[in-house]
Each structure stands twice: as C-alpha cells, then as structure tokens.
C-alpha cells in the first residue's frame, strides 16, 4: 500500500469530537481571513475619509494585503511540509489577530497599509495550509464533505462580508 501525506497507509482522520473542533478552528481562521478581505473593500471610501486619503491612493489598503498574501502563499505552503501544518496555521492565525489589532489603533495612513501587509501575511499563512489540515481532519471516505464544508465556509463569508462590514460601519462612524 502507498503511504499518504500523513505516513500511515490507512488514514482514518481525526475522532470525534477532535474532527468537529479541529473543522471549527480551520473554518473561523479561513472565514476570517476572507471576511477581513471583502470588509475592507466595502469600507474603502471610509477610510479614505478618516484618513484625508485620496480614493486612488486608499486602493493599497486592499493591494498591500493582496500583495502581501501572494508573495508568500507558497513560501508558507512549503513551510508546513517542513515545520507542520498545524504550527503553520496557529503562527498564521496570531500573525492575523495582531495585525488586526494593529490596523484598528492605526494613527496614520502609512502605519494602517503596514498592518495591512502583514495581516495578507498572516492570512497566507492560514490559507495555504488550509486544504492539507482539512485532509488531516477528516477520515478518506470523508474527504468530499471536508472539502465541501471549507467551500461553503468560504462561500458564505465571502457573502457574509458586505453586510458585516455595513454594520462595522454604522456602528463606528
């Protein structure tokens, strides 16, 4: 028999209840790093605002994170298969929640890109380990329903954003 990712000829997945919480924390980190995408583009104009920015200028709100994600989507690909995709994916998850905090007590313009940058870091870290922690966690015969469950998760929250970014809005400003 070949082996797989994991070592073993025979991957069963992870238990229960360990698959439930093991799908929940890979579902919150991918769906937040997506939400925290399409929030800013809805609040662009806003920010741009708050900060006396130009609407040409406050793009690189979104660019850095985009950029920033890109560059190193597979640079920490490969750092899972070295380190583990599990530490990859924590690192990623904390990178993210700092940087977020980083972007909410940002004074300037220049500071908020910054933390922009490295929140797009923090998210590639998430998701470029996301598929292969979904493979882990769930059982062969499984595979299909994991995959489906992270396509939903993106789906919705990728359809979730516009209105969460509204309510951050008429809350804050």
Do not use: H, K
């Not at 406050?58 to 690909?77: E, K």
């Not at 909410?104 to 940058?117: G, P, Q, V, Y």
């Not at 922690?133 to 595979?143: G, Q």
């Amino acid at each position: 028999m070949a082996t797989n990712i994991i070592g073993d000829t025979e991957w069963n997945g992870l238990p229960m209840p360990r698959r439930l919480g093991a799908i929940v924390a890979v579902a919150f980190g991918v769906s937040l790093s997506v939400i925290d995408s399409v929030i800013a583009n809805v609040a662009l104009p806003t920010l741009a605002s708050e900060f006396g920015t130009s609407s040409a200028n406050s793009v690189w709100i979104v660019n850095a994170y985009q950029l920033a994600l890109i560059t190193t989507l597979l640079i920490f690909s490969n750092l899972g298969d070295i380190l583990g995709y599990r530490r990859i994916y924590i690192s990623g998850l904390v990178l993210f929640t700092v940087a977020s905090a980083g972007c909410a007590l940002s004074t300037t313009f220049a500071s908020l890109i910054a933390w922009r940058a490295v929140q797009g870091i923090g998210a590639a870290a998430i998701t470029s380990v996301n598929t292969t922690l979904i493979r882990i966690i769930y059982p062969r015969r499984m595979l299909a329903r994991g995959m489906g469950i992270n396509a939903t998760v993106v789906a919705v929250s990728s359809g979730a954003g516009p209105s969460v970014a509204a309510a951050i809005l008429s809350v804050t400003t």
